[in-house]
């Protein structure tokens, strides 16, 4: 290793640090937004949008009136052209399936809801890769999780002296290590 000194592999330790910093800024920036997402998925859908609207037939309808024709006229209601399929759950309402929506009628009110579902934008995509959810996805997130690592070490040996590793350093690692232990101490007593 002639010629290699502490000085040109601090250098060569900074350069990587940086670039691949660089480079995967974009990345960790979609993995985080997703994950943060996805941490919330009880307190909301990531990945879809739902919207509800509520109509009012403007005429009296019976099971026995209800054809393909009324359906279709039940569609413009909502600015549905084309319906997939409909059935009717019980004697007095219908339900009508159109791409990414549906219409479900209460033939003795007259009160129809609306539902249509929409990808949330940016997110959806984004829990896309997240989840690997793409065709050879996970070796790329392999390799993007191997060079994560090479990023946090090299940055653990960016700063020399008292700001560096060995001064106060060593101490923020040792604080960082706590919560993850706390969360695995919890999990060990959990039934």
Same mark, same amino acid.
């Given at each position: 290793?002639?010629?290699? &000194? ?30 943060? %997402? ?20 403007? !005429? ?8 393909? &024709? ?30 990414? %929506? ?67 350093? !060593?101490?923020?690692? %040792? ?7 706390? %969360? ?8």
């Amino acid at each position: 290793m002639a010629g290699w &000194n502490i000085k040109k592999l601090r250098r060569l330790n900074i350069a990587t640090h940086r670039d691949l910093g660089y480079f995967f800024s974009s990345l960790i920036l979609v993995y985080c937004i997703s994950g943060i %997402a996805l941490n919330h998925v009880d307190d909301w859908n990531p990945d879809f949008i739902l919207t509800k609207t509520t109509v009012q037939l403007d !005429k009296e309808y019976h099971a026995q009136d209800i054809n393909d &024709n009324v359906i279709n006229e039940f569609g413009k209601l909502v600015g549905e052209e084309h319906f997939k399929v409909y059935d009717a759950p019980t004697s007095d309402q219908v339900k009508i399936y159109y791409n990414n %929506a549906s219409l479900h009628i209460n033939l003795s009110t007259g009160v129809g809801i609306y539902e249509q579902v929409s990808k949330r934008p940016i997110v959806y995509q984004s829990n896309v890769l997240h989840r690997n959810s793409l065709k050879g996805w996970k070796w790329i997130s392999d390799i993007f999780a191997v060079l994560l690592i090479v990023i946090n070490i090299t940055g653990l040996f960016i700063l020399k002296g008292k700001h560096g590793i060995t001064g106060r350093g !060593k101490w923020l690692i %040792a604080a960082g290590i706590v919560p993850p232990l706390i %969360a695995v101490i919890i999990q060990a007593f959990q039934p």
